[in-house]
């Protein structure tokens, strides 16, 4: 907390601050109702915690005006003030805990003062002050409350700060749990205290960490972002998106363009770990090249390429009639075959794919047939040849 600004040296008698003691009790009175009445914020805060709040804050700022105008010109004004300013920095800490904005207790700080020094310059001149000496005494009052409320702003902000961190603390933890599978009650009570209110959906977006500020900043505070320790390695985050289904997925790609990244399926929110899943898994295939990848788009690919060490064996067995053939005649075979069973056997359309004649298609096949047999007629093999045919899984790569 920074300390208070130097207040004016004003030398009040005695007799004056004997008179404006005696009368502090009604006037703290009527600035608690002229606060209440006043202030939108404080209205009906008369009974209850509200209430004390205030009388405790207005006698203790009315208590430490006396003191300080009691020390005079020759005093420490640190000293009498000083438990004032300690309690303003606390006033506006609790009032940001009790969710009430700053404007709402500066705006009580104003009235208050206002009523406040409608009743002591009356008893003060009552009391024989004189012209001279009331308007130090106003430069007093008001830069005594310009201390108070400068505490009570800092109080108020590094409390909103402190909250910020503790809730985004609580909110990355949540991320943890959902992209960790957690069970759903659990996944609830992490939500209540993150304040977080679940959404319809949520779809999980793999992409270089030191995008992932920007993306969220512009799709709202709903967002969710997973601790570093979570991650696959440091240079990737994770981002769960509210609701970024239909309308909301396509802008979610709309802005993402031009970013490496990984968009998994949307899922219910308690099941966010399957997005996250399917995200990862284009990332560790390496789908992305420089434009974001809608994992919708490429379901074929992931499931062909979900066991890398099964889709090499079963190319390795499904291939077999081809061992033994030079690499050069071992490919063209491999990749007419492949034609022709994505073509269903239209030759013309396999030469066309191929860019040969459709007789080069014929003595092909007929290599092929050659050396396969009955593998071509069984529908099992058929099978297993168009998965094992399929292009090369892509290299891993972060994108």
């Not at 570093?228 to 909301?248: I, K, R, S, T």
């Not at 690499?327 to 022709?340: G, K, M, Y």
């Amino acid at each position: 907390m920074q300390e208070h600004a130097a207040q004016p040296r004003v030398e009040i008698p005695e007799h004056v601050i004997a008179t404006l003691a005696e009368g502090l009790p009604a006037v703290g009175e009527r600035v608690v109702a002229a606060v209440v009445d006043g202030v939108p914020g404080y209205a009906g805060a008369l009974a209850g915690e509200m209430g004390a709040t205030i009388e405790q804050a207005v006698r203790q700022a009315l208590g430490g005006f006396l003191r300080l105008a009691a020390a005079g010109p020759t005093g420490d004004p640190s000293t009498p003030i000083q438990a004032a300013i300690d309690g303003a920095y606390a006033l506006g800490r609790g009032e940001a805990r009790s969710g009430r904005s700053m404007d709402a207790l500066l705006a009580a700080y104003r009235v208050g003062a206002r009523e406040a020094w409608r009743d002591m310059s009356a008893a003060a001149v009552a009391a024989g002050l004189d012209a001279a000496a009331l308007a130090r005494l106003a430069e007093l009052v008001f830069a005594y409350i310009d201390g108070l409320s400068a505490a009570s702003a800092a109080g108020h902000s590094e409390e909103l700060a402190a909250e910020g961190r503790v809730r985004e603390r609580r909110r990355e933890r949540l991320a943890a749990a959902l992209l960790a599978g957690r069970d759903e009650d659990t996944l609830t009570a992490l939500a209540e205290r993150a304040q977080w209110s679940p959404p319809g959906s949520v779809t999980a977006v793999l992409l270089p960490s030191d995008r992932i500020g920007t993306l969220a900043g512009r799709l709202g505070a709903g967002c969710l972002s997973a601790p570093d320790d979570a991650m696959p390695e440091p240079a990737v985050a994770v981002l769960l998106v509210p609701d970024a289904d239909g309308p909301g997925r396509r802008h979610l790609m709309r802005l993402l363009a031009g970013r490496a990244a990984y968009v998994g399926p949307s899922r219910s929110w308690a099941s966010a770990a399957a997005s996250y899943a399917r995200a990862l898994r284009a990332y560790e295939l390496g789908l992305a090249d420089g434009e974001p990848v809608d994992t919708d788009e490429h379901l074929a690919t992931l499931v062909l390429y979900a066991d890398r060490d099964a889709h090499a064996d079963l190319r390795a067995q499904a291939m077999a009639p081809l061992d033994g053939q030079p690499p050069a005649t071992t490919e063209r075979l491999a990749e007419t075959l492949r034609s022709w069973l994505l073509h269903q056997g239209r030759r013309e359309d396999v030469a066309a794919d191929l860019h040969v004649h459709p007789q080069t298609v014929r003595y092909r096949m007929g290599q092929v047939r050659e050396l396969f047999g009955d593998r071509l007629l069984d529908p099992d093999a058929v099978r297993d040849l168009v998965l094992a045919l399929a292009p090369p899984p892509p290299t891993p790569s972060a994108g």
